[in-house]
């Protein structure tokens, strides 16, 4: 594993759940859109959907 995709997994799960817990609303629904789209933008692997609901499970 690259530095650059702990790195980038771990902003994602942290601001998400940030988000979510400063709304109120289960991680999940900020988390999921998330690990889908942003980890493309900065040119890593895309995980497909039923990888995100994998991840978003545990």
Known sequence: MDLTFIIIMFLIGF???F???MLGIGGS???Y???LFISP????AAFSVHEV???TVV
């Open 41 to 44: 933008l900065f040119g890593l």
């Open 53 to 55: 609901s994998g991840l």
């Open 29 to 31: 629904i900020i988390k």
């Open 19 to 21: 988000i979510s817990g």
């Open 33 to 35: 859109p998330m690990l």
């Open 15 to 17: 601001i998400g759940s």
